[in-house]
């Protein structure tokens, strides 16, 4: 049987319980599991890419087939660079499914050999998403069960002064 090496991207931003779950489900179905941290996408970000690969890595230490790296430019070309031959993606809600099934589509179009693999959120983790997390982190609610404590306390600095230039514009009113 082929060793066969996935990626799950993302821009965990930040990780939460959800994404946790995927990624250790996931490693127990390949070989190995690269969590790939999107380093600039299209949307406001919290923290930082280093910030953000450092509490992936810590959040899935001592799993010995999942790496976390960080990435760059088309998905499906760092599948390509780094000899992955599955995408792996996390499917919580209905909506969730027009939007991956396009972008599933798109990378088939890009790189045909490389497979999409959604797997559907464990139930207890459906209403979960970077963004909520964020949305209670800024306002000051209590995040302890979205996220590891690690990250629950990042979160926690990050807002602590409402005008800091993390804080996105959108969540400031602006």
């Known amino acids: 049987m082929p060793y066969i090496k996935a990626v799950f991207p993302g821009t965990f931003d930040p990780i939460h319980y959800g994404h946790i779950d995927i990624a250790l489900r996931a490693a127990r179905l390949f070989d190995e599991v690269v969590v790939a941290v999107y380093d600039r996408p299209l949307k406001e970000l919290v923290f930082s890419p280093e910030e953000r690969v450092a509490m992936v890595r810590k959040a899935l230490a001592g799993h010995p087939?999942?790496?976390?790296?960080?990435?760059?430019?088309?998905?499906?070309?760092?599948?390509?660079?780094?000899?992955?031959?599955?995408?792996?993606?996390?499917?919580?809600?209905?909506?969730?499914?027009?939007?991956?099934?396009?972008?599933?589509?798109?990378?088939?179009?890009?790189?045909?050999?490389?497979?999409?693999?959604?797997?559907?959120?464990?139930?207890?983790?459906?209403?979960?998403?970077?963004?909520?997390?964020?949305?209670?982190a800024?306002?000051?609610?209590?995040?302890?069960?979205?996220?590891?404590?690690?990250v629950a306390e990042a979160l926690r600095e990050k807002f602590r002064n409402r005008a800091a230039p993390y804080f996105p514009a959108s969540l400031r009113g602006e």
């Open 138 to 150: 800024a306002l000051g609610g209590d995040v302890s069960f979205m996220v590891p404590p690690f």
């Open 65 to 136: 087939n999942i790496q976390v790296m960080g990435y760059s430019g088309l998905t499906v070309e760092f599948c390509r660079k780094i000899g992955a031959r599955v995408i792996v993606r996390g499917l919580r809600v209905f909506s969730d499914f027009e939007r991956e099934f396009r972008m599933a589509l798109t990378n088939h179009r890009l790189a045909p050999e490389i497979e999409v693999v959604a797997l559907i959120t464990s139930a207890k983790y459906m209403f979960l998403s970077s963004t909520t997390v964020r949305e209670v």
